[in-house]
């Protein structure tokens, strides 16, 4: 979609890189990607009624705005380094997956991005098994299975708060694998639910393969809401520590 987007803008095949993959369902408010343009290109993203001034890149932010589905924006564009890499650049990637436990379900403005829950959860006992499972681990029960992809990932933040009837998990890690947050998310609610202990989630990470034993979160309530990276002069040496992790680790 942006790809056809930026290739018509551009007049040149243009294939965009994301920071990461989301599940079909899934929302991104904070998804960055990156593509290696042209030179002699780039003047056509350049309208005639550009004004003197502006952000480099804003007109060709409002045309893409004309090519796009009403569900899909770019808020920004920018020159990155030689050495950016959306993907391999990261420092780490959060995500907000939200619940709410509310008789009548979500009020029909959040229904899009909020998952009805219809039990009562013990926020409590889901953040104590949160905690057992921060750091580096291999996630493989909480991952789909993907060939050739590594299960092994830090998980740095995975932390709950209530706000009455919302129910908000903060996720944040160097990287996930496939449906890994959605499958963290499932498994936290067996807890909540007290259909498991808390210590239930830590004992799974023993597990080599997916476990069958919960169902992972639904995908409308879970969005990308940040990727951090580092300062311009460790991009580069960012790119090869990522690279190493993945190829020790497959």
């Known amino acids: 979609m942006l790809d056809h987007a930026l290739t018509t803008v551009f007049r040149t095949p243009i294939r965009l890189r994301a920071a990461g993959r989301t599940d079909a369902g899934v929302h991104a408010s904070g998804q960055v990607a990156h593509a290696d343009v042209p030179v002699d290109a780039l003047p056509n993203a350049y309208s005639h009624s550009a004004r003197a001034g502006q952000p480099e890149f804003r007109p060709l932010v409002r045309r893409l705005g004309r090519f796009l589905p009403a569900d899909v924006r770019v808020l920004d564009i920018t020159r990155v380094p030689t050495a950016f890499d959306a993907r391999f650049s990261a420092l780490r990637r959060h995500y907000v997956y939200r619940l ?37 681990h291999d996630f493989a029960a909480f ?12 998980l740095q933040r995975l932390d709950w708060v209530r706000d009455g009837d919302l129910v908000i998990a903060q996720v944040s890690a160097d990287a996930f694998c496939w449906a890994m ?38 995908a409308h309530g879970l969005t990308l809401v940040q ?10 040496s960012r790119v090869l520590i990522t690279r190493d992790l993945r190829s020790r680790t497959d």
């Open 100 to 136: 709410s436990t509310a008789p009548y379900g979500v009020v029909p403005q959040l229904a899009r991005y909020v998952t009805a829950w219809p039990r009562d959860l013990d926020v409590e006992a889901m953040t104590v098994a949160s905690r057992e499972l921060l750091g580096l």
């Open 143 to 154: 991952c789909r299975h993907r060939d050739g992809a590594t299960t092994i990932r830090e």
């Open 181 to 218: 947050v959605r499958s963290l998310v499932g498994a936290l609610l067996a807890v909540g639910e007290h259909r498991r202990g808390t210590a239930w989630c830590r004992e799974l990470l023993e597990a080599t393969g997916r476990s069958s034993d919960f169902a992972a979160a639904p």
């Open 227 to 236: 990727v951090d990276y580092p300062p311009d002069d460790q991009l580069a």
